[in-house]
């Protein structure tokens, strides 16, 4: 698991991240401070923050975690030839509401483990997901869009049940997360 979280506060303000995964931190970015048990920042409407441990700036927080296996129902999804694996996570990003500095910064982290497969399995995994990595952020968000794509390389088409992508609505204080997996037998 490999997730971003973007700040976008209406106004400059101490915004506390803390993430309770069911699971393993292994590498985050700021440094998760064990102490308060997230992150603490000075976030800018811009998405721009100022970690307040090193006081160093990020353009979002970043965390990777194991030992967490993700149960995925595989007969939804879609499956994409490698080859147009660009073109349907950008309209599919867009479609789940991220905008173009979120989804090219998918894009670039993701494409590289996908375009070359034959085919990929992919689904966008929601509450399997979000229960199993808790999010509380203060002050609380107005709005808040956790993207957490699961992908396995196919070598031939399987046809799957078309996955039902719900639209987001930005409003106010948002947070947003994109994220992924590669799935494994």
Known sequence: MKPVIYLYPTKKEEVTVHLHYNGRLTSTDPP????????????????TLTNLADYKEYSYLFWEGADYPLTV????????????????????LVELGLIPREYNEFIAFWLPRMEHNAY????????????????????????????????????????VAPQKIAPFVRKGFSVIEWGGTELVD
């Open 32 to 47: 998760y401070d064990e102490a308060i048990g997230g992150w603490r920042v000075i976030a800018r409407p811009d998405g």
């Open 120 to 159: 990929n399995f992919i689904q966008f995994v929601g509450d399997e997901y979000t229960k199993n990595a808790p999010l509380s952020i203060s002050p609380k968000p107005d709005s808040m869009l956790r993207v957490f794509m699961a992908y396995k390389p196919l070598n031939q088409y399987v046809k």
């Open 73 to 92: 129902d595989q007969t939804r999804g879609f499956v994409v030839k490698g080859s147009d694996t660009r073109e349907f996570l950008q309209s599919k």
